[in-house]
């Protein structure tokens, strides 16, 4: 079972910049698809990136928010840039097994198993 640990999170202000790491353990990285999602008070839980390892990627916010991994220390991280108030949320790592006919990651929630506890970004205007 994978095990996912985000950090990375903190106060930002408007139009700042900031780089979420979720550090992946447990299990072999490359039969997952890593998502980060990210959810603010009163609303739905919302994907916004994803990567599978042979290097596909959805990014939801391209160009601000752009995701990348490092396959050798299992690290997927979220560079977010040119942040605004509504990017505040609790942000979350997950993980769902890849297809085995390779189809592009899954942008739905309910399609990941594995979650980490979540990072908090607070974007102050």
């Known amino acids: 079972q994978v095990h996912l640990v985000e950090s990375g999170g903190g106060s930002v202000q408007d139009g700042g910049s900031l780089t979420l790491s979720c550090s992946v353990s447990?299990?072999?990285?490359?039969?997952?698809?890593m998502g980060w999602f990210r959810q603010a008070p009163g609303k739905e839980r919302e994907v916004v990136a994803n990567?599978?390892?042979?290097?596909q990627t959805r990014e939801i916010l391209w160009p601000r928010f752009t995701i990348s991994q490092d396959m050798s220390n299992n690290i997927v991280y979220l560079k977010m840039t040119s942040v605004e108030p509504e990017d505040t949320a609790m942000y979350y790592c997950?993980?769902?097994?890849?297809?085995?006919?390779?189809?592009?990651?899954?942008?739905?929630?309910?399609?990941?198993?594995?979650w980490g506890q979540g990072t908090q970004v607070t974007v102050s205007s």
């Open positions: 447990g299990d072999t990285y490359s039969k997952y698809c």
């Open positions: 990567i599978d390892a042979d290097g």
């Open positions: 997950a993980a769902m097994i890849r297809r085995r006919d390779g189809a592009r990651c899954s942008t739905v929630q309910y399609d990941y198993k594995f």
